[in-house]
T-cell receptor, first 116, second 113 residues
Framework: GAGVSQTPSNKVTEKGKYVELRCDPISGHTALYWYRQSLGQGPEFLIYFQGTGAADDSGLPNDRFFAVRPEGSVSTLKIQRTERGDSAVYLC??????????????FGQGTRLTVV | DQQVKQNSPSLSVQEGRISILNCDYTNSMFDYFLWYKKYPAEGPTFLISISSIKDKNEDGRFTVFLNKSAKHLSLHIVPSQPGDSAVYFCAASGSTSGSRLTFGEGTQLTVNP
């Protein structure tokens, strides 16, 4: 596809379960970002990949959160032992080169995660 | 602590008039600022940016003003159109924050026909 694709669009899970959220970036984009947006708030940075490596994971809230990008394209955000406070929209973005001035970052539509 | 703040959760203007959206920041290390627009059920879309070496950047109907001494920036939309109705996010980055963006809470703009 032409844009950043995130699947699923919506995910409802029970407290304590494990979830995986997938992001397909724009083809050829080396930089990939994950953000989390809670209700009434702006997006909050989680992690940034440059190629296959996590260049900055300082936004991950705790060790229940983990993300991978094994081949430098698709990325998966993994959340273990989900808690109700994890409920949010998880946004993925990609850009051609990354770096500080990622004005060319394109966001996906997000995955709405609800933990019940 | 909220390093980027948008104090107005909502703004309503008439079509054709000017919309002014405001943003304040506290981190003096921020030196690059962006505005994103978000429609419901879509991801944010980049709108316009400004570096701290400038105090104004203009792109068509959109102008961003930066007042470094006040740590304040604003987005002006003129003339406003109904299609501009969306949530607008201010975001910032700095030399110590790498590629991460710090976003404000957003302002819902409604442009009435």
């Amino acid at each position: 596809g032409a844009g950043v694709s995130q699947t699923p669009s919506n995910k409802v899970t029970e407290k304590g379960k494990y979830v995986e959220l997938r992001c397909d970036p724009i083809s050829g984009h080396t930089a990939l970002y994950w953000y989390r947006q809670s209700l009434g708030q702006g997006p909050e940075f989680l992690i940034y990949f440059q190629g296959t490596g996590a260049a900055d994971d300082s936004g991950l809230p705790n060790d229940r959160f983990f993300a991978v990008r094994p081949e430098g394209s698709v990325s998966t955000l993994k959340i273990q032992r989900t808690e109700r406070g994890d409920s949010a929209v998880y946004l993925c973005a990609s850009s051609p080169t990354g770096g500080r001035y990622h004005t060319e970052a394109f966001f996906g539509q997000g995955t709405r995660l609800t933990v019940v | 602590d909220q390093q980027v703040k948008q104090n107005s959760p909502s703004l309503s203007v008439q079509e054709g008039r000017i919309s002014i959206l405001n943003c304040d920041y506290t981190n003096s290390m921020f030196d690059y600022f962006l505005w994103y627009k978000k429609y419901p059920a879509e991801g944010p879309t980049f709108l316009i940016s400004i570096s701290s070496i400038k105090d104004k950047n203009e792109d068509g109907r959109f102008t961003v003003f930066l007042n470094k001494s006040a740590k304040h920036l604003s987005l002006h939309i003129v003339p406003s159109q109904p299609g501009d109705s969306a949530v607008y996010f201010c975001a910032a980055s700095g030399s110590t924050s790498g590629s991460r963006l710090t976003f404000g809470e957003g302002t819902q703009l409604t442009v009435n026909p």
